[in-house]
């Protein structure tokens, strides 16, 4: 049945290390940061006809988890990609003038969850100076 589907994909996680602001160059980031986005935008462009033009540009790199995962195992493969470019990432932000964040996205059925995170993760994210932004759907 449907509410069987339903309930068998209960959570869909993702985490993602954007980098926003006015971006000159995205292949530049990429090259600094060592990988390539899994998604871009630039100012002005819309999602769709019916949407607001974005108002900044974004450089996206983002994992997805399934249901047995969790979002600290998500966050310790984002900082096992980017949190040997602390450098790279502070100049970013000092010198370039833009947003460097990791957003995390976390979905639950049927109305009910949650999550935690170990010291390890979080003090990955906090000795860099990154932010940590969570957003939750139901």
């Not at 460097?100 to 976390?106: G, I, P, R, T």
């Not at 009910?112 to 969570?134: K, M, W, Y």
Request: glycine fraction near 8%.
């Amino acid at each position: 049945t449907l509410w069987r589907c339903v309930m068998e994909k209960a959570r869909q996680d993702s985490c993602s290390f954007r980098v926003s602001g006015d971006i000159s160059d995205p292949d530049r980031i990429s090259a600094l940061l060592g990988v390539k986005p899994t998604y871009t935008h630039r100012k002005g462009e819309r999602r769709s006809k019916f949407t607001e033009p974005y108002p900044n540009d974004m450089w996206r790199y983002q994992v997805s988890g399934d249901d047995e995962e969790t979002l600290d195992e998500l966050l310790r493969q984002i900082g096992g990609v980017f949190l040997e470019k602390v450098e790279q990432i502070k100049s970013l932000i000092a010198d370039d003038g833009l947003k460097v964040d990791v957003y995390c996205s976390y979905e639950f059925w049927p109305n009910q969850g949650g999550f935690d995170f170990s010291p390890q993760v979080l003090e990955l994210f906090t000795s860099a100076g990154i932010r940590l932004c969570i957003s939750i759907w139901d």
